[in-house]
Structures are given as structure tokens and as C-alpha cells.
């Protein structure tokens, strides 16, 4: 009943995304219209897809580093990727792709960097090391980041930043097959883990106990949820609170075992994504809000509504 | 806000009903910190008196051997000083305030001017000619802008977006001289009814409004790399290849050449449409 429910919601959601917009599209029309074909249709599918990575990325970054509050963007991805695309632009590197390419890179760089932090205590990855050295390394990145934009000429430099929390702007059918080829790798190799996960609840030693190798879990999940992340930034800039968020309000009602958590978290962040994006294109239309703005006005509010009946519980 | 207010009004007060020994003697050295002033300062004929000018400051072509104190925004105080001025020109935004009550402190006059439509020109310029004692010639000068801005549009004979920025897309709207522009040079912006100078929109906006011509503040000869992206291609004056590829020198500035910049505006819009109509899409055409 509830997946049916779910189900029912992400495809609303998607169908919604696909029938609004700005620009008046008659519904007779909407089957053989340009707009719903080469722009509306690639959006809502690439807003699913990159929410869902995004709720499965952040389910799967909590139970690994056993903190609620962590989201896929506190590992140091999106200062990664904001220098990344700063340097592309400041070194006038062009070509249609070399932003997201660029940011790409800057994002696997900056998980190479915080992984390799991540065990400098040796041969065990330190999940409270990864997240300290993901908030460090994503401050440093962001520091190299303002440095470059304020010491560059290119004015263009000063736009880097609309481009990193730029949203699904750049939505064509190319970035939705290219997410659509990608995600499915990460997010198979997060739901494999899901038992292992169920034990790492327990900690780290009873998960051992239990059968589970820890060790291999950790830097399974973690590379994978953080892979997932840098093909989001890459293609949609930074997009706050989905992955903090979904997760949470996945668990209210699938509990904790993620067998059946991560599918939930993936159709819930796609179904909020792509809504949100939705109200992002029509409320203030012909303009446009980002939609990091409508991620969080959204999912603040229910934020603090869930940390309210934990205190209460 | 009312400081910065009361800085002009007292410098206005000053010049208009004060006996001339009682105001500041012309300024004798000069620092412009935006290109307008600089370009402004150089029509009214007191061009050899800016001693420092912002490295976006490129025109007229001797402007570039005056020192530049950096990109202007905002200033370096130090190196303003450095050059001894006795009036420091800013542009009137919330940190060249903060510079110039710093520079009050130090003794140095200042002024705080708005440059953001084309009639703000007009009272800039004889803002620039009381302060530097060249009235005359700014008076002749403001004559000429008022009237430019005053003039009543030619009916729109084609449409444009000016696109600031792709990736969200970013477009100019009503509140920008850009817009202005391109009201005078006979094209209607798409985006006019937007009041902001500028606004975030959705590609499919852009796409249902259809302009013409897409308009780019560029120095480059090519398109923007956007135009090679998929979902852009959707634009169908991106398809047909319609750039404006506007160099920012002469097109990103109110100035004493904004009616150079209307008139070659209008040009290349009516030379462009032609082209289009009888041969292959031309891809905007080299400034002259």
C-alpha cells in the first residue's frame, strides 16, 4: 500500500513537472509540442533521477558515518566542483560540456582527498574523520574558489557561483542519458550493501560480530554515494536539504532496514526534487527561483518538524 | 542612503547657489572609478586631469596610459590615494559608500554618481563639468544625451533576448540600459515587460517568446558555447545561428558613445536581418 502510494506520487510529480510551466502549452498540444519534448520532458526526469541519487546518496552517508545530520554535500563535493567550473571558466576552456566535465573533476578530486584523510589512521576508514576532513576540504576549495574570482579579470568568473547553485537549467536529453547510464552503478552497489548497513547500526564491532565486513562496506558506501553526488553537482549544480532530508522522512515510514529504505529514499527525492523544481519554473514565472531556494523552503519546515517528535519521542 | 544623498546635494547646493569663492576650486587631479566617468571626463575636455582610472577604463585609447588602481569595486583606498587626488568619481553602490565616507575622512572630495539609464547621463555630465570647471562643454554634451534619452523610440522592427548568463539563463530586463538600447536601435526586448535590470528565467520562456536575435555582451567573433548545447538549440534564433556578439566596450556602458553605440546597434540589426533573409545565418559581424 504505502509503495503503491509512493509510486503514485513520484509519477504525479514527474507528470505535473512535464505538464506546467511558464509558457502556455495547451494540453492537446502537449504530446507534439517542442518545449515539453526537447526541454520540459529531459528536466523533469533529469530533476527525478538527480533527486533520487541524491536521497539514496545521503540514506546511505548516514548509516556510514552514524550521524543524522549528514548530507552528501558536507563531504566536500561541492567545493570541489565549484573550483573545478571556476577554473574551467578562468582558463577560458570551452566547448558545451567543459563546465559540467570540469566540475566533474573537481568533485572526484576532492573525494580522492577526503578519502585519502579518511584513513590517515591507518588501514581503517574513520567515518568521523571522513565528514571532519569533507568540512575541511570543502572550506579550502572554497577558499582557492573566492581567491580565483576575486583575483581573475574574466567578470564572467563572478557567474561561476550562479552556475554551481544554477539547478536543472541545463537540462537536455544528453545529461538525463548520461545520468541514466551512470546512476544506476552507485545505486546498485548501495543497495547491495544493504545488510551490511542494517549492522553497521549496531557499530562498528557488533556489525563484525555479525558477519559484516566492515572495512570493505565503509569504502563501498562511501565511494558510491559519493560518486553519486559529483554526477549530481556535476549536472545540476549544488541542491541543498534533498539529501538530508528525504532520508529522515523515508525512515518515519520504512524504518530502518535499507533493503526497503534506499528505494524509498530514491522515488521520495525524485518525487521532491522534481516537484520542487516544478514550483521553482511556474510561482514567480516568466521568472525563475533556483531551486535550492524551493528545496529548502520546503524541506526546513519539515525539518523541524521531525526534530520536534524526536525530542518529544 | 541619506548620506550618500546629502554628499551629492551639497555638492550640487555648492556649485548652483554658493559665490564662486566660496565652492572648491576645480578638481586638479582625478580618479575615475568606472568606465563611464572616465570616458564622461574625457569628452568634457578634462581628460589630462584624471590621474588614476579602474583597469576596465580602456577608452578613449589615452586613458590607457593613466594609471589603473585596480578593477574599482570595490576601490583599494590605499592605492586611490596613492595618487593624490583631489576628486574621487564613484559610482553611486553600497560599497563605494563605505570608500567614500573613508576617503572624506582623508580629506579628499568625493562624489557619488548614478550611471545606470541613459538619463542618468545628462546630469552626470554636468555633475563632471561643476566639479571640474568645465561647464560649458559639459552643458553642450548633456544637451546632446538628454535629447538622446528624451527621443521617442523607432517602432520595433525586430526582437531580441539579451542573455547574460546560460547556465540558469539570465536576461535583461526592462530596468537596464541595455534595454534602452535596444528600444532605440528599433528592437523590442522580449523581456521588457520584466521591471528588474535583470532576472533569472526558464529556457522555455526564452523559447516560447521567440526573439529574433540573441543578444551577448562579447569581445569574441564566435558564439557562446551555449550555443552549441542541446537544450538551447531548442531557442530557434540560437538554431538559425542570430547572435549579437556585442563588444562590452562600447555596448556594457552608458557614456558619451551611447548614441554611437544605438546607431551601431541599429546597423547591425538592419544589416544582420537582411543577410539572414538571402543567405546562410551570419554569425553577428566584427565591430568597425
Redesign the interface.
Known sequence: MKWTLLAIVAVLAVALSVVLGPAAVPLGELLRSDIVWNLRAPRALLAFLVGGSLGVAGAGLQALVRNPLADPFLLGLSGGAGLGAVIAIALHLSGPWALPIAAFIGALAALGLVYRLGLIGGASLDPRILLLGGVAIGAFAAAITTAIVSLADAAELRNAFLWLWGGLSGASWDSVLLVALYAPIPLVVLLAASRPLDLLALGEESAQYLGADVERVKRRVYLAASLLTAVAVAVSGVIGFVGLVVPHMARLTWGHRHRSLLPAAFLGGGALLAFADTLARTVVAPRELPVGVVTALIGVPVFAFLLKRWTIA | MLRRLSVVVLVLFACHTSARRHENPPAQRIVSLLPSFTELLFAIGAGDRVVGRT?WCDYPPAALSIPSVG?GLPPNIEAVMARRPDLVVLYNAGPNVTAAKQLERAGIQTVLIDVNRLEDLGPATRTLGRLTGREEQAESLAIALDSLAGRPPPPATTSLAFV???????IIGHGSYLDQLATQAGARNV?G??AAPS???????I??RDPQWIAVLSDSAVPP??A????W??VRAVRAGHFLLLPGSLFGRPGPRSGNAIQQLRLRLNRNGVGAQHAAPLHGTPSR
Do not use: G, Y
Open positions: 583597469q578593477d547574460v548568463w546560460d547556465n540558469p539563463p539570465i523581456f515587460d520584466i532576472a533569472q528565467v526558464s529556457l522555455e520562456t523559447v516560447a558555447a551555449f552549441k548545447r542541446r537544450e538549440r531548442a
